[in-house]
C-alpha cells in the first residue's frame, strides 16, 4: 500500500509530540474526526484516530487517517483518500485525482464519478458502479464488484498475503464480478483461488489464474 506508510509514519509522529506543520487551510488531528463543510475548499486533511466526513460539493487535497472511515458526499473533489483501518465510502459524481487506498476495510464508489489512480485494499471489499478508473484494482483477500457501466483502465489483481505485511484474514475465496456493460482493460491476474463471474456484455482484458464464469441477467450467480 502506497499511503501506509506514510499514514502510521503520522501516527508515531504524533504520539512523539512532533506532528508536521500544515498550511493555514489544512486540517490535522491526533484524537478526533473531522468534517469538511459542505461547499468549501480545504487543503490535506488529516487524522490519526478519528473519521473524516467531507460533505457534498466540498474540495479537499490529501484526505487521510489511520483509525477511520472516510465517507464522502456528492459532488466532491479530492487529491486522495487514505485509511489504515477503516471503509472508505463514496458518493455519486465524485472525482478523486489519485488513489484511493485502505488496508482493512472496504471501498465502495457510486455512480458518475471518478478515480484518476488506483483503488486498492488487503482485506476489504471493492465496489464500484458506473465509475471511471484510469488506474486499477488490487486486493489480497476481498471482494471485488466491478459494477454496471464501470470503465477500468487498469487490470484486476488479486495478491498472495505475505507475512511480511499486515495480517490478512482468508476465510474463503474471494469473489471477483464483472458486471453488465462493465469494461477492464488490463489483464485479470490471480495469484490466489478466486470465484470469478464476467456478465455476458461485459468486456475484459487477458485472464490468468482463474476460469471465468459467464452469467446473464442483472446478478451474478451465487457462489
Not at 460539493?57 to 489511520?66: N, R, S
Not at 484511493?100 to 485494499?121: A, L, M, P, Q, Y
Not at 471477483?176 to 456493460?181: H, L, Q
Not at 478466486?194 to 446473464?216: F, I, N, Q, W
Amino acid at each position: 500500500m502506497k499511503r501506509a506508510t506514510t499514514l502510521l509514519a503520522l501516527a508515531c509522529a504524533a504520539l512523539l509530540g512532533a506532528a508536521p506543520a500544515f498550511a493555514q487551510q489544512d486540517i490535522s488531528k491526533v484524537n478526533g474526526s473531522i468534517v469538511a463543510q459542505a461547499g468549501r475548499a480545504y487543503g490535506d486533511v488529516e487524522t490519526v484516530n478519528g473519521s473524516i466526513t467531507i460533505e457534498a460539493g466540498a474540495q479537499v487535497k490529501d484526505a487521510e487517517t489511520v483509525n477511520g472511515s472516510i465517507h464522502v458526499g456528492d459532488d466532491v473533489v479530492a487529491d486522495s483518500l487514505a485509511t489504515v483501518n477503516g471503509q472508505i465510502r463514496v458518493g455519486s459524481r465524485v472525482r478523486v485525482r489519485g488513489d484511493i487506498e485502505t488496508v482493512n476495510g472496504g471501498i465502495f464508489v457510486d455512480r458518475g464519478s471518478s478515480v484518476g489512480g488506483d483503488i486498492e485494499t488487503v482485506n476489504g471489499s471493492i465496489g464500484l458502479v458506473d465509475v471511471d478508473l484510469d488506474g486499477g484494482i488490487t486486493t489480497v483477500g476481498g471482494d471485488i464488484t466491478v459494477g454496471i457501466g464501470s470503465h477500468v483502465r487498469g487490470g484486476v489483481t488479486v495478491t498472495r498475503p505475505s507475512s511480511n505485511w499486515f495480517p490478512v484474514q482468508i476465510k474463503r475465496r474471494p469473489r471477483i464480478v464483472i458486471g453488465p456493460d462493465a469494461v477492464v482493460e488490463g489483464p485479470l491476474r490471480f495469484d490466489r483461488e478466486v470465484d470469478l463471474y464476467v456478465h455476458e456484455t461485459a468486456r475484459t482484458g487477458a485472464v490468468t489464474g482463474a476460469t471465468p464464469v459467464p452469467y446473464s441477467g442483472a446478478r451474478a450467480p451465487r457462489d
